[in-house]
């Protein structure tokens, strides 16, 4: 009878100290999930100004140098359209 409920005591140890371990291992998920998300959010912004500040200074170019722009956008769109109909060409 003393041996079973030693048995039973150990048994009830053990379950509290899974249920511990469940609880710190939840925990440090919860963590890692909210440090990850805060870097996202970080990343994400900081790319979003940055293709600002890249559009911003396109902007300027293109104001302060119109001819070679359009000549720019020119090139850029033969070569996409050449590039195009030959990847359309081999199907």
Known sequence: MENAKKLNS??????????NINKRARN?????VSDVS?????????????????IDQLG???KNNPQRAT????????????ALGILIRRK
């Open 10 to 19: 150990e048994v009830e140890q053990y379950l509290l100290e899974s249920k």
């Open 38 to 54: 805060e870097k996202l959010k970080q990343i994400s912004g900081e790319a979003g100004d940055k293709a600002k500040q890249v």
């Open 28 to 32: 440090n998920y919860l963590e890692q």
């Open 71 to 82: 000549l720019v956008g020119l090139g850029v769109g033969i070569g996409l359209g050449v």
């Open 60 to 62: 300027e170019y293109i």
